[in-house]
């Protein structure tokens, strides 16, 4: 069993809103790697519009595996934020593929501010959502959500799941890999990526 995950990557991508779901993801293979049985597998492809490299919110410089033509067909598609976003949903083009993509996939995903290019292309309008705290008010007025959650980590409504900033992406992500391979599978992957949260200033939040 291979299940296909596409990443849209785009300038001014947030960093963590799509290496923290890839390490989870990619993570599944070396579990099955490990355990030298009939794991399954997840194939996970960085995708941008036209290929090549992609510069990141914090500067980090990505290359991505394929372009939106050269794109397979994908079961799972995940949206990432960052200041990138604001540009991204102004491109009529961008959210063709996104919303064409979406429609034949098992699960449509966001992390942060990518939850404005879901609602707005489709398949996130009229649906239950989250993001990034800081951009809960300018989602709402959009209008195009039926509800903006606030203080989750993520939010399903059917098929679509979205998470809110930055490391939230990562629970949304072994939430996924639990759906798609079972909790078993995707327990031992947590325990492989040391993920135990323990944030040492939380009381001071």
């Not at 951009?135 to 195009?144: A, K, P, S, V």
């Not at 759906?179 to 031992?188: C, I, K, V």
Request: aromatic share 8%.
């Amino acid at each position: 069993m291979t299940k296909k995950v596409g990443i849209y990557l785009f300038e001014g991508a947030e960093e963590l809103d799509f290496v923290g779901p890839y390490e989870v993801f990619t993570m599944s293979n070396e579990l099955a790697d490990h355990l030298e049985e009939d794991e399954p597998r997840t194939d996970v492809f960085l995708v941008s519009e036209h290929g090549g490299m992609v510069e990141c919110a914090k500067g980090m410089e990505v290359k991505s595996h394929t372009s939106f033509d050269k794109c397979p067909p994908l079961d799972l598609i995940l949206i990432p934020g960052g200041r990138g976003t604001r540009r991204e949903v102004q491109k009529p083009h961008v959210l063709d593929w996104i919303g064409a993509r979406a429609r034949t996939c098992e699960w449509v995903t966001s992390v942060c501010t990518g939850a404005v290019l879901l609602t707005a292309a489709g398949p996130g309008a009229g649906k239950r959502v989250t993001t990034h705290w800081s951009f809960i008010d300018t989602l709402e007025d959009r209008g195009e959500a039926g509800e903006v959650l606030k203080n989750v980590r993520y939010v399903r409504d059917g098929n679509l799941v979205t998470a809110a900033g930055v490391s939230a992406g990562i629970d949304m992500a072994l939430w996924l890999l639990g759906q798609m391979y079972g909790a078993d599978h995707a327990r031992m992957v947590q325990r492989m990526m040391e993920y135990d949260p323990a944030p040492p200033y939380a009381a001071e939040v």
